[in-house]
């Protein structure tokens, strides 16, 4: 295969992978979000706060985000700072996903954690 061709594959490969990790943060909508006890502990009203942010964020760049895959961010809530991460694993969660690119054989699990907890 030609490298334009490879490219042009990857890239596709790379603008699904960024739909599918987009519509988890920003609608809940295919595969599992979690927050560590940590976070939980924050209470209901932070949870909501941070829910909202994670929805909204869009401050991706080519340090935070070099693959564009929109898979990791930072988030600043008063005085706490946040990091939140998408990982891609097979549909029993046993395993790294085959191709994060397909829903069908990957479940997408977004971990909300402190910062200190990375």
């Known amino acids: 295969m030609e490298d334009s061709a490879l490219t042009t594959r990857a890239h596709c490969r790379c603008g699904r992978i960024r739909a599918l990790n987009d519509q988890l943060r920003t609608q809940h909508v295919g ?39 929109h898979d990791m961010g930072s988030l600043e809530m008063g005085d706490v700072s946040l990091l939140w991460k998408i990982d891609y694993y097979d549909r029993a969660l046993q395993y790294a ?14 971990t909300i954690m402190l910062a200190e907890e990375y």
């Open 97 to 110: 996903s085959p191709d994060p690119s397909n829903p069908a054989v990957t479940t997408r699990v977004l």
């Open 31 to 69: 595969g599992r979000m979690i927050v560590t006890r940590s976070v939980a502990a924050m209470g209901q009203d932070s949870l909501n706060a941070i829910f909202a942010a994670l929805r909204s964020f869009d401050a991706f760049d080519a340090d935070n985000d070099p693959h564009g895959e």
